[in-house]
């Protein structure tokens, strides 16, 4: 069994990771709304992926014995300046998993767990890839978006995006 303050830390990592989902989501709308289906599809793929981060803890904290602990979720923003400035939350929001995931890591090393170290290893690597992909975006949203054509390019490779859950 782990204890209690990973445990603690897990459980709030799960609903992090489920607010993440939502909020994601409420990114999706705004393009859905705009007509920008193939963006907001990206952002769809990326609210099942949170889904599926904080069904990775939960299972683990199951697998452990510790007590599973579900937190209320924010609702999130519904309301975006622009597609650069969600591109740009979106980025901010990555960065801000990792140092929560960075902080579980630095507790279970500073216990010797070394089941939950092994276990969040995963989880690091996962956050490289997704603050790199979230960059990377916000790039191309700021050279594409006073560009129509290349807008809908943009949002033709972002329908491309499916969510496989066994890559994961």
Wanted: with cysteine.
């Amino acid at each position: 069994m782990i204890s209690t303050p990973i445990a603690e830390l897990l459980n709030r990592q799960i609903t992090n990771e489920q607010y993440a989902a939502q909020y994601y989501l409420s990114m999706a709308a705004w393009f859905y709304a705009r007509d920008l289906d193939g963006i907001a599809n990206y952002f769809r793929v990326q609210s099942k992926e949170e889904l599926m981060h904080a069904d990775k803890m939960f299972d683990y904290l199951n697998d452990v014995g510790a007590p599973i602990r579900m937190g209320a979720i924010m609702e999130p923003p519904a309301d975006f300046a622009s597609a650069t400035d969600i591109f740009e939350k979106a980025l901010q929001h990555e960065r801000f998993v990792t140092k929560s995931i960075f902080a579980i890591l630095k507790q279970a090393n500073d216990e010797g767990d070394f089941a939950t170290v092994s276990f969040l290893q995963w989880f690091v690597t996962e956050q490289v890839e997704e603050e790199a992909n979230a960059s990377q975006l916000l790039t191309k949203i700021k050279m594409v978006c006073d560009n129509p054509s290349a807008l809908y390019l943009f949002d033709q490779e972002l329908a491309q995006r499916v969510f496989i859950a066994d890559e994961e």
